[in-house]
């Protein structure tokens, strides 16, 4: 049975009647437009989906709509303020970190919920904590640099 889903979206209320079981990533692609959330393995192992609720990084291809109920979730859409891009975002691009795109949106959510808990990463916990994102265009080095990039961005 359908129940109806209240959640805020990169800031903005959004209600949705839908089956409760249903992946979020597919109601945030489908029923919300925002196609900037990739579906990639589909079973919680690429990270592709990943975007923020309430802040953490989760797989939003294996958490059911009905567990956003009344929580806050950020894609990758809602990073950006105004025309200026989330430092993360600007870091991924002066470094050249990426090549098909695919992994993108899910490489930088993680990696903003990474430096909001640690400002300034050692390469090991860089690794660690973006290990469950996958990149099949092996973009790991340029990867690691722009984050690296960031977090001094962000620190200053
Ligand atoms: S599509 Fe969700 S982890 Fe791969
Ligand atoms: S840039 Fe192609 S999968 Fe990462």
Redesign the pocket.
Known sequence: MDVTVTLTVNGVARTVTTDPERPLLDVLREDLHLTGTKYGCGDGRCGACTVLMEGKPIRSCVTPVSLADKKGITTIEGLAEGRSLHPVQEAFLEEGA???????SGMILSAVALLQNKPNPTDDEIVTAMNGNI???N?YIKIKSAIRRAADKMRR
């Open positions: 990426m090549q098909c795109g695919y992994c993108t990149c099949r265009c973009g």
